[in-house]
């Protein structure tokens, strides 16, 4: 089972930018595909955006054209570049390793990103 950090969560006004990294231990990474998840307050957990292993990407509606998934097999780390944050953005982020063939999922502890007005 693959172990998942996230980093770079924080405070930033409306109109900025962050990026979250969610570095893996304890894997194949690349026989993993990533994703981000955010839940807000009162809210069910959603789909931010997914990278396969192979890099293909899906995001979800309210986030496309903004936020950008990427990874790095080598270091074994995704990231969520976020730009052109909203309030509507504040939640707690998860990262998400789903394994190939047995579909069994692994979630990182979360980082609160907090977006100002």
């Known amino acids: 089972q693959v172990q998942l950090v996230e980093s770079g969560g924080g405070v930033v006004q409306a109109g900025g930018s962050l990026r979250l990294s969610c570095a893996a231990s304890?894997?194949?990474?690349?026989?993993?595909?990533m994703g981000w998840y955010r839940q807000a307050p009162g809210k069910q957990r959603e789909l931010v955006g997914v990278?396969?292993?192979?890099?293909?990407?899906n995001y979800a509606d309210s986030v496309k054209g903004r936020f950008t998934i990427s990874r790095d097999n080598a270091k074994k780390t995704v990231y969520l570049q976020m730009n052109s944050l909203k309030p509507e953005d504040t939640a707690v982020y998860y990262c998400?390793?789903?394994?190939?063939?047995?579909?069994?999922?692994?979630w990182g502890q979360g980082t609160q990103v907090t977006v100002s007005s």
């Open positions: 998400n390793g789903r394994r190939l063939v047995t579909s069994r999922d692994s």
């Open positions: 304890g894997t194949i990474f690349n026989m993993y595909s």
């Open positions: 990278i396969s292993s192979g890099g293909s990407l």
